[in-house]
């Protein structure tokens, strides 16, 4: 019922959000007396800013056309590469810069948010390397009968594009970065190439902010996962994919409550950007209720989990720990972290991450002995949120270069 509930109360908000976008635009219309009143573009701003809170949103595209590089602009193209049912593998090219650059795996959370999300992220990466991504699909556009996609199933994804990046360019090895949640099956994965001495091993792994031992510095969201047992969040957060869907009948973790779950936990701070949209809006100033607007789309641009990977990654990860304490299994394999000797680490954090607390990604060092040191690094982005290691001026200006002095510094 909790998704249908949904449905109901998203159908009736999107007609109020039309409603509200028609009222705004008759009384911003020049030929509305009401217009030139105090009251007028006070009202028009506030409609404005309700319709857009409580608008629908689809699957954004990337939408990167070009980059500059040292000041001159170069052409990109997009391509899907290789497609799975549940995520496929894109690739952006830059015109006119070689081929030779490195090449870059970024893996994209399946955390309820679209790969679009990290956007700026492959855009800054792309002045330096070719960049790939993980193009996770929303669970419930998977028809039923195309299976599950558990915590097994995604390392093994990672592994496959891997393999495919590197056979694909004359084996030549690619790096791989991983943005959040995945730096724990990236983290598997890169065990498990390193393992069996394969020639798709990633040159090095930058994880960022990552769940990689959920015990140092726990956070409000570990805080929860650790509060119920398993089967509390199989009862209470799973819910049944409607019929009007290509997924109908799948059991999912839906997007519009991790949606919820995310913007509960800074609503004063979503409060007032909308209040400050409403006051840009009010003065006129287009352009800084815009930039509002372009984060809130993508923000509000949500995708559906399936309950089975979502419930093996809260238990495996949040509440045993498996992967620091070396009980990580895949497919009933160990997965032997302290076999990582090849794939040089960096570990990325931000001071002010209210998600992955200080020392849980980089605590992946330390789980990996037999690694020389030479191959290891951490980095704290100072003043940097979760958001802020990937995304915007503290990410372009002084994460992003760590990580492109990182991949050069392995070459292969």
């Known amino acids: 019922m909790l998704y249908f509930a949904y449905e ?10 039309a409603l509200a976008s028609i009222g705004s635009e008759i009384l911003s219309n020049p030929v509305n007396p009401l217009g030139y009143t105090g009251f007028g573009p006070m009202a028009a701003s506030a409609l404005d800013v309700f319709a857009h809170a409580t608008a629908s949103y689809d699957k954004p595209e990337f939408g990167i056309r070009e980059i500059a590089v040292k000041g001159q602009c170069y052409p990109v193209s997009e391509s899907t590469v290789l497609r799975r049912p549940f995520g496929d593998l894109k690739r952006f090219r830059v015109e006119g810069l070689g081929k030779d650059r490195p090449r870059l795996l970024i893996v994209a959370p399946m955390s309820g948010h679209y790969a679009t999300l990290l956007r700026g992220t492959v855009e800054r990466m792309l002045e330096s390397c070719e960049v790939f991504i993980t193009d996770w699909a929303d669970a419930k556009m998977v028809p039923a009968d195309r299976g599950d996609f558990d915590l097994d199933d995604y390392i093994d994804y990672l592994i496959q594009f891997l393999e495919h990046i590197t056979t694909k360019n004359d084996g030549r090895r690619a790096h791989m970065m991983a943005v959040c949640q995945p730096s724990v099956p990236a983290f598997a994965a890169t065990a498990l190439l390193n393992l069996r001495k394969s020639p798709a091993a990633p040159l090095t ?23 119920r047992p398993i089967e509390w969040f199989r009862q209470s957060v799973i819910a049944t994919v409607p019929f009007k869907y290509p997924g109908a009948g799948r059991r999912v973790y839906p997007g ?8 509960s936990m800074n609503l004063r701070s979503h409060m007032m950007s909308h209040y400050e949209m409403f006051k840009h809006l009010t003065a006129g100033d287009e352009a800084s209720a815009q930039a509002t607007k372009d984060f809130y789309d993508e923000y509000r641009s949500v995708c559906d ?12 990860v949040f509440q045993k720990h498996s992967i620091p304490k070396g009980e990580f299994r895949h497919k009933g394999e160990l997965v032997d972290i302290t076999q990582i000797t090849d794939t040089a680490l960096l570990a990325i954090e931000g001071e002010r991450d209210d998600i992955s607390g ?14 020389a040191e030479e191959k290891k690094r951490y980095y704290m982005a100072e003043g940097a949120g979760h958001y802020g290691i990937f995304n915007g001026s503290k990410w372009r200006t002084k994460v992003a270069p760590v990580v492109e002095e990182w991949i050069a510094a392995h070459p292969g």
């Open 8 to 17: 109901m109360q998203r159908s009736w908000m999107n007609s109020a959000s």
């Open 205 to 227: 792994l930058t994880m960022m902010g990552g769940p990689i031992d959920t015990r140092e510095c726990p956070t409000v969201v570990n805080n929860m996962a650790m509060q």
């Open 256 to 263: 519009f409550m991790q949606l919820s779950a995310f913007m």
């Open 305 to 316: 989990m399936t309950a089975e990977f979502y419930l093996q990654t809260v238990e495996e």
């Open 358 to 371: 200080l020392g849980q990604t980089k605590a992946a060092l330390k789980l990996t002995p037999n690694l």
